[in-house]
Every structure is written in structure tokens, then in C-alpha cells.
């Protein structure tokens, strides 16, 4: 909640001064933050495929990926690594930001960043959102089961396929889908990557 409401506000103005002083349509905002949405996804994919799990020699390179996402790997149960702090989140939101306003302002678009960064930023909070649920709850919905389960097959069977989180598209598209029909469920497994509001600090660290 507390990262929704940081982010909500900064998403909202963007929007405002995208319609009132760069005066797009409604039409070219809604397309416009749809694809940034959309890119988030693919984003989300290859970021988790290739830099949480990059294949680290050195151990300065192993501990660097293990501060990213080893230790949520290792402690899936904490709730604290599911999120970005919200300082280094503001610091790499707005480097993207820069990013992307530089990419835009040297194909000739940088107002389009506005109503694209939007989208993008409502895709990592969905992200964000959906991987706390899927450790905290079960799906809400019979459709969103193979989401929780390509998540969770990812924890307990293999690292190296299940990558998408807030939605498995990129994972069909690039045969790194579990086959869930073949797949059995181990429910002992699955429990030890949920958490609850009742899991204490003491729970956590004997995992």
C-alpha cells in the first residue's frame, strides 16, 4: 500500500499534464499507456530470466545477484523482499524515467514518455501485487490457478523455466512454460512459500 500510494500520485499528474498541457487525446493516452503496460510485461520477463537469475562466476557478481533476488529464493516467506524499498524504487524508477525520455526524445516522441511511463508504472505495481498474492494467498479465481502454480513450480521444481509473474504470455511465447498438465502440485512444497499475517520473524529465520 504504502508503494501504491507513492506511485498512484506521480502516475496520475503524468496523465493530467499529458491531456492539459500536451494536449493528447483520450485516444492517444489510453494507446499509449496500454503499451506501456504491455512492455512492462516483457520487461518483467527478461529482467527476472536474465538479471535475477544471470549465472554469476565471481563472488562479488554472486553476491550482487543474490541481494536482488537470491535471498527472496531463499526466504520466500518473507513478505519485507517482495517489494522494492522505496528509495532504491524511486532511484530506479526515475533512471528508467530518464531512459526512456532520452530514447523518446531521440526518436522525436518524448511526450508520448508521459502517458507511456504511466502504463509501465501501473505494470510493476500489478507485478509487485500479484507476487505478494501468489505468496500470500490462494488464486481468488479457478482462471488465475496456473499463474500461482507456474509461480510456484518456478520456487521448488526449476529455476530456469516460469518466469513471468503477473502474467505467463512471454512464457509461452519463449517455451518457458511449465506444462501444468503434466505437472503434479506438491501442496508441502507450495505451503512453505506462502505466508501468513500469523509468521513470525522466528519462523522465518529457521526456514
Given at each position: 500500500?504504502?508503494?501504491?500510494?507513492?506511485?498512484?500520485?506521480?502516475?496520475?499528474?503524468?496523465?493530467?499534464?499529458?491531456?492539459?498541457?500536451?494536449?493528447?487525446?483520450?485516444?492517444?493516452?489510453?494507446?499509449?499507456?496500454?503499451?506501456g503496460m504491455f512492455f512492462w510485461?516483457?520487461?518483467?520477463?527478461?529482467?527476472?530470466?536474465?538479471?535475477?537469475?544471470?549465472?554469476?562466476?565471481?563472488?562479488?557478481?554472486?553476491?550482487?545477484?543474490?541481494?536482488?533476488?537470491?535471498?527472496?529464493?531463499?526466504?520466500?516467506?518473507?513478505?519485507?523482499?517482495?517489494?522494492?524499498?522505496?528509495?532504491?524504487?524511486?532511484?530506479?524508477?526515475?533512471?528508467?524515467?530518464?531512459?526512456?525520455?532520452?530514447?523518446?526524445?531521440?526518436?522525436?516522441?518524448?511526450?508520448?514518455?508521459?502517458?507511456?511511463?504511466?502504463?509501465?508504472?501501473?505494470?510493476?505495481?500489478?507485478?509487485?501485487?500479484?507476487?505478494?498474492?501468489?505468496?500470500?494467498?490462494?488464486?481468488?479465481?479457478?482462471?488465475?490457478?496456473?499463474?500461482?502454480?507456474?509461480?510456484?513450480?518456478?520456487?521448488?521444481?526449476?529455476?530456469?523455466?516460469?518466469?513471468?509473474?503477473?502474467?505467463?504470455?512471454?512464457?509461452?511465447?519463449?517455451?518457458?512454460?511449465?506444462?501444468l498438465k503434466k505437472e503434479k502440485?506438491?501442496?508441502?512444497?507450495?505451503?512453505?512459500?506462502?505466508?501468513?499475517?500469523?509468521?513470525?520473524?522466528?519462523?522465518l529465520q529457521e526456514q
Open positions: 500500500l504504502v508503494i501504491w500510494g507513492m506511485y498512484i500520485p506521480i502516475l496520475g499528474f503524468m496523465l493530467y499534464f499529458s491531456a492539459s498541457t500536451l494536449a493528447y487525446s483520450g485516444l492517444q493516452i489510453g494507446i499509449s499507456f496500454l503499451a510485461s516483457l520487461f518483467e520477463y527478461t529482467i527476472h530470466r536474465y538479471v535475477f537469475h544471470f549465472f554469476a562466476e565471481s563472488e562479488r557478481a554472486k553476491q550482487i545477484v543474490y541481494v536482488i533476488h537470491g535471498n527472496h529464493h531463499e526466504y520466500p516467506r518473507d513478505k519485507e523482499r517482495l517489494f522494492m524499498p522505496p528509495v532504491p524504487s524511486l532511484i530506479l524508477a526515475s533512471t528508467v524515467f530518464a531512459l526512456m525520455y532520452l530514447i523518446g526524445y531521440l526518436l522525436g516522441v518524448s511526450g508520448y514518455i508521459f502517458t507511456f511511463f504511466p502504463g509501465f508504472l501501473l505494470g510493476y505495481l500489478i507485478y509487485g501485487s500479484m507476487h505478494f498474492a501468489i505468496h500470500a494467498w490462494n488464486p481468488p479465481f479457478k482462471w488465475m490457478k496456473p499463474l500461482w502454480r507456474n509461480h510456484h513450480l518456478h520456487h521448488y521444481k526449476n529455476v530456469e523455466l516460469g518466469f513471468g509473474v503477473s502474467s505467463t504470455l512471454w512464457d509461452h511465447v519463449f517455451g518457458t512454460m511449465f506444462d502440485e506438491d501442496k508441502e512444497k507450495v505451503q512453505e512459500l506462502m505466508f501468513s499475517s500469523k509468521t513470525s520473524k522466528k519462523q
